[in-house]
């Protein structure tokens, strides 16, 4: 089950600069609010990055079907902690939404990453 976090509670960490900052963290589970501006992103802005890629490819003349869109969206909401924003990074969510898509859609990383 995911955890729904709450906190009430802060502490000391380093951030990405490693400079301390209080950081909140969760009463129930521990975890530790990532409170940097590299701030993770809802599913739905994933989904709508696919569309965006879609028309993009479908204009080369590749066409990503809807199967494979749903195999997509279904891998990436499998994929534990991808959509809590509590914790997760922009920047680990793109890592994470490049490799599955790379899997289904014969595409340059460079050119999923430009439609993110
Ligand atoms: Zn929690």
Redesign the pocket.
């Known amino acids: 089950m995911l ?4 906190a009430n509670k802060k502490d000391w960490a380093p951030m990405q600069n490693g400079i301390l900052k209080l950081h909140p963290y ?1 009463n ?4 530790m609010k990532n409170v940097s501006s590299d701030k993770g992103k809802k599913i739905s802005y994933f989904v709508a990055s696919l569309s965006k890629l879609r028309k993009i490819l479908e204009k080369k003349g590749y066409k990503i079907s809807d199967a494979q869109i749903r195999l997509i969206v279904k891998e990436l909401s499998k994929v534990e902690g991808f959509e809590d924003t ?1 914790w997760i990074t922009f920047s680990k969510q793109k890592e994470i939404f490049i490799s599955i898509v790379g899997k289904y859609v014969r595409v340059s990383r460079d050119v999923i990453e430009s439609i993110l």
């Open positions: 955890c729904d976090h709450e969760c129930k589970c521990g975890t509590w």
